[in-house]
């Protein structure tokens, strides 16, 4: 096949890799998606053409996923359309130049290995999936593994958590690859199979790696504000009446407003404002976490939660430790980029990587703001020690820079994975959507519209207990899957060493 034809099936696959985790439901489409990649890989006549079809297909995955992008810097940032085209496609670019160097690294491997070119496949893919989660802080934004959400994969998700799921769709996906030419078809056929029947074992075992503690009931706010409106004068005003007025309105056991709901620091505040609020929970049996940024010129700012309950003599407090690059933090050697922008981007402080939990009538909930709940590695952290360990997640987000696009549905999914790795529910209180409560299992028990002003009550049932994946990922990160990407490929390496 002549190259540009083979960039361009690359490019098509890529693309679909990236439907597939926009919509869940085709998670059978990221399996041929990416067994596009591992067809043109396997026959690909040297490392450097291997690494341009990853470098492809990656592109077009990321681009494809993470368009929305274009929005916060086009329509919010003021930055000219080409220059907010260009930012994402080499955004996109960049990072998917992990994807290429993995894909050499398994053509140069695999090409004369003795050993199965599935899992040599997969090894190569998590090594690529896991640089781009970690490396310059860590981008995951649709990791392969979200696909499967609603997918036979997702049994896995307590074992092995997304990147390992991932790592078996990569497995299967070069399984399938391997199936297009005939005379690896018997080999091909043995890793499929393998792969296939570990679906099948984790799904036979009780998954019941968590039980039940109390039940509360949750209001959650959705304000709705669009972002270009959030420090008008009159948005401003609106904004902060709505919710002072939901808040005292709430008669759940918790209340939750979205991040930044109240997007001033309490001494910007109108005069008595932040102490109505104070002295309302201080009377009544409803707990709160209210999003709101916090600090000052000489100390720093943060991004934070404040939780208001009759029990505290003072409030509850999170402040986000993992920060956005530009928008909560700008990276060295690009504050050119934020200053061609007019938004309202700064320097944050970092929280702390394992803070307390905020106890709730006997529930520990432990708060993460926005693009925190992408990282399960370090959620995974705080349950170090079961006694502490959190019965209920609730994120706080507001996504209004991206507009009514797909990645209100994406995040979502992200939120489900999460609480299928730890088996706890997830509370999801937004500006824009999704407001949602996830039970225990990853399912959606109730919703909010998008892009509607509205207050979402219901009941929750917290969870107790570890899961494999929280045991191990809260001990050691996400090191095991390195370990187990690295060992593989090293093995063959010196397979490949001792046959030549």
Known sequence: MPLWAELLV?????????????????????????????????????????????????????????????ISMHDYGLLPAPLAAAAVLLLAAFLSLYLAAAMALYHRVAAASRLWSA????????????????????????????????????????????????????????????LTKASARPRAWAPLLSALGLCVAASGVNHGFTVPTGKLTVALLQGNVPQDEKFSQNGLAQALQWYADELEAATADLVITPETAIPLLPQQLPADYWQGRLQHFVKTETAALVGIPLGDFETGYTNSVLGLARARAEPYRYDKHHLVP??????????????????????????????????????????????????????????????????????????????????????????????????????????????????????????????????????????????????????????PLLVLGLALLGAAFVWRRRAA
Not at 133 to 162: C, E, N, Q, R
Not at 390 to 413: D, E, K, M, R
């Open 326 to 479: 530009f928008g909560e933090f700008i990276p060295l050697g690009f504050r050119w980029f934020v200053n061609l922008m007019n938004m309202p981007l700064g320097d944050f402080s970092r929280g702390s990587r394992n803070p307390p939990s905020f106890p709730v009538q006997g529930e520990r909930v432990a708060p993460n703001i926005c693009y925190e709940d992408l990282f399960g590695e370090e959620l995974a952290v705080r349950f170090g020690q079961l006694e502490q360990a959190p019965t209920i997640f609730a994120n706080i987000s507001n996504i209004a820079w991206f507009g009514n696009t797909v990645a209100v549905y994406q995040h979502l999914q992200i939120s489900r994975m999460r609480a299928l790795e730890f088996q706890i529910p997830m509370l999801r209180a937004t500006n824009t959507g999704a407001t949602a409560i996830i039970d225990h299992t990853g399912r959606v028990t109730q919703e909010l519209k998008p892009f509607t002003r509205g207050v979402l009550t219901g009941p929750v049932q917290g969870r107790t207990g570890l899961t494999p994946f929280a045991r191990w990922a809260s001990a050691a990160g996400l090191w």
């Open 119 to 178: 899992p040599l496949f997969a090894a190569a893919w998590l090594l690529g999936e896991l640089a781009r989660g970690y490396l310059f802080t860590g981008f995951p934004w649709a990791a392969s593994g979200y696909a499967h959400v609603d997918g036979p994969l997702a049994t896995l998700a307590p074992w092995v958590g997304v990147y390992g799921i991932g790592f078996v769709a990569a497995w299967l996906a070069a399984a399938l690859g391997g």
């Open 10 to 70: 690359v490019a098509a696959g890529g693309y679909g890799h990236a439907v597939s985790f926009s919509n869940t439901s085709l998670w059978w489409l990221q399996l041929l998606a990416l067994a596009v990649l591992a067809w043109r890989v396997q026959r690909c006549p040297t490392a450097a053409r291997a690494a341009a079809c990853g470098w492809v297909f990656g592109t077009a995955w990321l681009v494809g996923a993470t368009w929305w992008l274009y």
